[in-house]
T-cell receptor, first 112, second 110 residues
Framework: KAGVTQTPRYLIKTRGQQVTLSCSPISGHRSVSWYQQTPGQGLQFLFEYFSETQRNKGNFPGRFSGRQFSNSRSEMNVSTLELGDSALYLC???????????FGQGTRLTVV | DQQVKQNSPSLSVQEGRISILNCDYTNSMFDYFLWYKKYPAEGPTFLISISSIKDKNEDGRFTVFLNKSAKHLSLHIVPSQPGDSAVYFCAASALNDMRFGAGTRLTVKP
């Protein structure tokens, strides 16, 4: 059974640009959640999708958005990038959010 | 909003001794709690969980304790091994919501 796949693994962008990150969940998992990891801040919840619907959203500005497709694959978009957006972005999939979630390896975004 | 807190950013223990990692939460709606372990350059991996109807769950060397009245959970690793050196995240979940702590870096010295 393939794990959670995130692409790309590494990304370098300049301030003001936008970026799209992709996450393919484990087959059969319908819940996909996104987290931002920065040193000292741990894993901060961005949003969660289930069956193409955003069910929950963390305390991030509107520049951060996402969507989920009918095959459960999810994308996260960040517009007008800022230096502070540099982080590891992790995606997790599960059958239901409040059960064991499986994480991808993450996308390391660097904004210069 | 720090609904889940891990107040110790790091912990160092000797091989063979007990490691105790602590976690506090504020939202009484959380009803399921998990611990994840993360190695560098890898995503977090699930370690152990506990439902709010229990106060203890054990899996080999790992035991999680839950004190609902204190809104506190802890992870005990006995005996600690060098391969346990990693960052440990606690997580608390309710319907449609899972929040993580900032993590504790555990170093187990040979």
């Amino acid at each position: 059974k393939a794990g959670v796949t995130q692409t790309p693994r590494y990304l370098i962008k300049t301030r003001g640009q936008q970026v799209t990150l992709s996450c393919s969940p484990i087959s059969g998992h319908r819940s996909v959640s996104w987290y931002q990891q920065t040193p000292g801040q741990g894993l901060q919840f961005l949003f969660e999708y289930f069956s193409e619907t955003q069910r929950n959203k963390g305390n991030f500005p509107g520049r951060f958005s996402g969507r989920q497709f009918s095959n459960s694959r999810s994308e996260m978009n960040v517009s007008t990038l800022e230096l502070g957006d540099s982080a590891l972005y992790l995606c997790a999939s599960s059958t239901l959010l409040n059960t064991e979630a499986f994480f991808g390896q993450g996308t390391r975004l660097t904004v210069v | 909003d720090q609904q889940v807190k891990q107040n110790s950013p790091s912990l160092s223990v000797q091989e063979g001794r007990i490691s105790i990692l602590n976690c506090d939460y504020t939202n009484s709606m959380f009803d399921y709690f998990l611990w994840y372990k993360k190695y560098p350059a890898e995503g977090p991996t699930f370690l152990i969980s506990i439902s709010s109807i229990k106060d203890k769950n054990e899996d080999g060397r790992f035991t999680v304790f839950l004190n609902k009245s204190a809104k506190h959970l802890s992870l005990h690793i006995v005996p600690s091994q060098p391969g346990d050196s990693a960052v440990y995240f606690c997580a608390a979940s309710a319907l449609n919501d899972m929040r993580f702590g900032a993590g504790t870096r555990l170093t187990v010295k040979p």
